[in-house]
């Protein structure tokens, strides 16, 4: 799975800022705020241990203590969106859909949620529609998240790619430089290396991003990514899986 579903944070969840316009969403938050606060505690608590399984790839008991959160408030978004999450590393691919369509009837706006829509639509290689729902994520993204931010646009840049759309993807990968806060530089242009079936030298700019990230679990998303796209067969491998492009459709 390549790595990059993402769950509204418990702070996020469990936030008291009243909100102002009548939507599904003030409805779940009203419903929320009646909890008395010990409940609400309870659940910001064991979300926040949901979320850490999640991170340390433990899907099954993340899965679990969701069946408890639920007994203290049911099928809240942030409960759901991690569900959803935990569907896709499962390759669930249909009830993650479901749940996360689900979601945005509540908060359309959700980035989270569009991203792991995206993603899903990634990693069952539906480059155009992945394409189009990672343009759009990019066009309302702010620059607080910059980790989030460049995996969308390296996973789009990997989208052009695939549809046909080289000189694009090209054009993404010289936006930053290796001083970006971010291993987006070494990762897009192996890509773009491995586009051309330069393999050594996509192998060598990998090389060079284990050098200056030497955080695995930084560069762990964008490795994932990779191998999802078909370029890779593992961390610190490097075999480019044969006829990649198109691959699905």
């Not at 608590?45 to 049911?74: C, H, P, T, W, Y």
């Not at 479901?98 to 792991?116: E, G, H, S, T, W």
């Not at 066009?139 to 046909?164: A, P, V």
């Amino acid at each position: 799975m390549s790595g990059s579903a993402f769950a509204q944070s418990p702070k996020e969840a469990t936030k008291t800022d009243q909100p102002t316009k009548d939507t599904p969403a003030v409805k779940v938050w009203r419903e929320f705020m009646n909890l008395p606060l010990e409940k609400r505690k309870e659940f910001g608590g064991k979300l926040l241990r949901i979320q850490n399984m999640f991170n340390q790839k433990r899907i099954f008991d993340a899965l679990a203590m969701i069946d408890e959160v639920d007994s203290i408030f049911k099928d809240h978004p942030a409960t759901l969106n991690i569900k959803g999450a935990c569907y896709v590393e499962i390759r669930a691919f249909g009830k993650a859909t479901a749940i996360f369509n689900r979601i945005l009837k509540i908060a359309p706006d959700n980035i989270n949620v569009q991203f792991n829509l995206a993603e899903v639509d990634f990693v069952t290689k539906r480059w155009e529609s992945a394409h189009n729902r990672f343009e759009k994520i990019l066009s309302s993204m702010g620059e607080n998240n910059i980790g989030m931010l460049r995996l969308c646009e390296f996973k789009l840049l990997l989208c052009k790619i695939n549809t046909n759309r080289e000189k694009e993807a090209k054009s993404l990968a010289e936006k930053y430089d290796e001083w970006d806060d971010s291993p987006f530089y070494y990762y897009s242009r192996a890509a773009l290396l491995y586009n051309q079936d330069n393999k050594i030298d996509a192998e060598k700019m990998l090389r060079n991003a284990r050098f200056v990230w030497r955080n695995n679990s930084v560069l762990a998303p964008w490795q994932d990514t990779l191998i999802e796209f078909g370029y890779i067969r593992s961390f610190y491998g490097g075999d480019i899986v044969p006829d990649s492009k198109n691959n699905g459709e």
